[in-house]
């Protein structure tokens, strides 16, 4: 048995409830080998096209005069319902075709970021859906929104991507997973908050999710992280006639790699950067990136990227 910390990429998730649903259907079929194995887990998520199109729903509707409108911070959290309330449905209809028992729920997760974070003056993180040219700076005129046009696929809204400091609720996770309670936690990568003289105050940031899995992780003291993505490895020279397959990594072969500038920004390089975090000066843990569909024979060695400290 392992405890373990498992970060769902955006293919695991879909841009519409219909679609989501039976994405996540086929996600949890690929999960119930965790349960199965008895492993002691928390599941994390992305929520970037989720909680981009409930904030934008959410200000249209107060443009119309039909609802307030609703601060970023939460729409963070209402993605972190809806995504775990499907998660949790998925698992348990799946579990119950098995014949198999076991507690799920869903952590609304609070992180704390630092307020003088230089992430909140140069904002990165994609959120919501693409737009045209013409779309995106008339947004930006309204509503002083900041948008990038994103790998030639059109123009998205970016926010604030501070590193993550510290998990709220980290006391209740770990007692949940004690438990022996599957729990999701740290969707989207957390609702972001500052401390301030008067309590917690939520901030309009999406924090990495890759990078809070990766603080998750270490604050229960997981034996594996597995970060679920497109791929089944990493690669250097990745789509070029040299491409290599990347199967074992050390601390030291991962940061001469990004050295090298071989892992690209918006993908893979913050995904090996919090697997670092993870393994750096712990010889006993190892993170795994590969895919949703390699899940299985990953946990069984067989697939993936293992980086170990």
């Not at 929520?47 to 200000?59: A, K």
Request: aromatic share 6%; net charge negative.
């Amino acid at each position: 048995m392992s405890k373990m910390v498992v970060a769902l990429g955006g293919n695991a998730l879909g841009k519409s409830p219909e679609e989501q649903l039976q994405l996540v259907k086929n996600t949890a079929a690929s999960l119930i080998g965790l349960v199965r194995d008895d492993h002691q887990v928390v599941i994390s998520h992305g929520n970037g096209p989720q909680v981009g199109q409930i904030n934008l729903g959410m200000n249209y509707a107060a443009e119309h005069g039909k609802t307030a409108a609703f601060p970023f911070p939460e729409c963070g959290a209402m993605s972190q319902g809806y995504i775990g309330y499907h998660l949790q449905q998925s698992l348990q209809n799946e579990l119950a075709k098995r014949n198999m028992d076991k507690n799920f729920v869903t952590t609304i997760t609070q992180i704390e970021v630092d307020q003088d974070d230089t992430a909140f003056q140069k904002p990165t993180k994609p959120v919501g859906d693409f737009y045209s040219k013409e779309q995106a700076a008339q947004i930006e005129a309204e509503k002083g929104y900041t948008f990038v046009e994103d790998a030639g696929r059109g123009y998205r809204q970016v926010v604030a991507s501070p590193l993550p400091k510290s998990i709220i609720e980290i006391n209740s996770i770990k007692t949940l997973v004690e438990h022996g309670d599957l729990v999701i936690a740290g969707g989207g990568g957390g609702v972001p908050v500052i401390k301030t003289e008067t309590g917690l105050k939520g901030v309009p940031a999406v924090i990495d999710k890759d990078r809070s899995s990766a603080l998750l992780a270490d604050n229960i003291d997981a034996d594996k992280l597995i970060i679920l993505t497109a791929v089944d490895y990493v690669y250097v020279n990745y789509n070029k006639p040299e491409q290599k397959v990347l199967k074992q990594l050390s601390v030291e072969e991962a940061q001469k790699y990004m050295d090298d500038g071989q892992f690209a920004a918006g993908s893979m390089l913050p995904k090996v950067q919090a697997c670092l975090s993870f393994v750096k000066g712990h010889p006993e843990r190892e993170a795994i990136i590969t895919s949703l569909n390699g899940f299985d024979d990953a946990l069984k060695g067989n697939l993936g990227t293992v980086i170990h400290g």
